[in-house]
């Protein structure tokens, strides 16, 4: 089965800085990979999806998401964050299409996002 | 415009009573998803659906139910409600397992 490791609980940025969001994932095959974003008191939102091809990948807001498959991690980033990026992000596998995982999604634990003014 | 709904967003009940919460979707998915998820943590799979006729339990034990009797439509339901369920909880759909998830913007229920 695979599993999501966000190693940083939380992490903190100040307004205009770039952002790296860490994953690392374990899986034996290529996994579909997702990045969400979660306002207070709300679902979640798809940022980005990584299923075959380049290996970076744009999302929306201005993120985007290497996958390293020698690193078994697919990292988000953003140039340039902004207050309203304060948020909760999970990062998400799948079983890459195989027909395993009959229980869909295997997400992250989260990683707060904190924006200093 | 496709979409995933539930309603209500916001319930406080007291200790005992049964409550529905209700969860749509508008996409024709197969696949939907209970998760319960409290402030600012991870999200645990409770329930989920494979079709109509079809429900499933996750990782996490819970001692709601589902149903699944149309394809749009995926309620839970806590026959006694306790203080211990107060939590956040979200449905979600997908066209495949392994496909990206489609989330409802979430129940938030407080059991006094």
């Known amino acids: 089965a695979q599993s999501v490791t966000q190693p940083d609980i939380h992490i903190t940025v100040s307004e205009g800085a770039s952002l790296e969001l860490r994953c690392n994932y374990s899986?034996?095959?290529?996994?579909?990979l997702f990045w969400y974003v979660q306002s207070p008191g709300q679902g979640l939102q798809l940022l980005l999806k990584?299923?075959?091809?380049?290996?970076l990948v744009q999302g929306i807001k201005g993120f985007e998401a290497e996958f390293k498959r020698s690193q078994s991690s697919f990292n988000l980033r953003k140039p340039s964050v902004h207050w309203s990026d304060a948020a909760e992000y999970f990062c998400?596998?799948?079983?890459?299409?195989?027909?395993?995982?009959?229980?869909?999604?295997?997400f992250g634990k989260g990683t707060h996002l904190i924006i200093q003014p | 415009e496709a979409d995933i709904y539930q309603t209500p967003r916001y319930l406080v009940i007291g200790t005992g009573k049964k409550i529905t919460l209700e969860c749509s979707q508008t996409?024709?998915?197969?696949?939907m998803y209970w998760y319960q998820q409290d402030p600012g943590m991870e999200l645990h799979l409770i329930h989920y659906?494979?079709?109509?006729?079809?429900?499933e339990k996750g990782d996490l034990s819970s001692e709601s139910t589902v149903s699944r009797i149309r394809t749009e439509h995926f309620p839970l339901t806590l026959e006694s409600a306790r203080p211990s369920h107060t939590s956040q909880y979200l449905c979600?759909?997908?066209?495949?397992?392994?496909?990206?998830?489609?989330f409802g913007p979430g129940t938030r229920l407080t059991v006094l």
């Open positions: 979600a759909s997908s066209e495949w397992p392994d496909g990206e998830q489609f």
């Open positions: 899986y034996g095959a290529t996994p579909y």
């Open positions: 990584y299923f075959s091809g380049d290996t």
């Open positions: 998400a596998v799948g079983a890459g299409g195989s027909g395993g995982g009959a229980d869909g999604l295997t």
């Open positions: 996409m024709g998915h197969d696949k």
């Open positions: 659906s494979y079709g109509v006729n079809s429900t």
